[in-house]
């Protein structure tokens, strides 16, 4: 949250909403920045960590966050442009973590136990 809201403050880019009165958001109006989408690179994020742990799972796990980020759209308080910032700036999270041993343990450890647990082969 910390890294999407150094971006929100330095783009400070206004809702819908503000721009265009006749939008009338169905949900409470943020009250911070649009862009990126901190729901967007929350649901990539979480949706490439744990494909990587389920990696069976990974375009269901995709395309759950993307319906949660065009949902946020759909609901008027986001630009489809601060969707895919949030997506892009996921994929630079992702690729950050995936160089960490600790993460990469972790990730060993969760498909361990997902494989465990499912009576499947964690390899």
């Known amino acids: 949250e910390p890294l999407v809201m150094k971006f929100k403050f330095r783009f400070n880019r206004v809702r819908p909403s503000f721009l265009l009165p006749d939008i ?5 109006i943020p009250n911070h920045a649009a862009y990126p989408s901190a729901h967007s690179t929350a649901c990539f994020t ?7 742990a389920v990696p069976g799972k990974r375009d269901e ?3 759950s966050a993307q319906t949660i980020a065009q949902n946020r759209e759909i609901a008027g308080v986001h630009y489809p442009s601060d969707s895919r910032a949030g997506k892009e700036l996921a994929i630079q999270i992702h690729q950050h973590l995936t160089k960490d041993p600790v ?13 465990t647990a ?3 082969s964690a390899n």
């Open 24 to 28: 009338e958001p169905t949900i409470e």
């Open 46 to 52: 979480y949706a490439y960590a744990i494909s990587d």
């Open 61 to 63: 796990l995709l395309s």
């Open 103 to 115: 993460y990469l343990q972790m990730v060993e450890e969760a498909r361990a136990e997902y494989a």
């Open 118 to 120: 499912n009576g499947e």
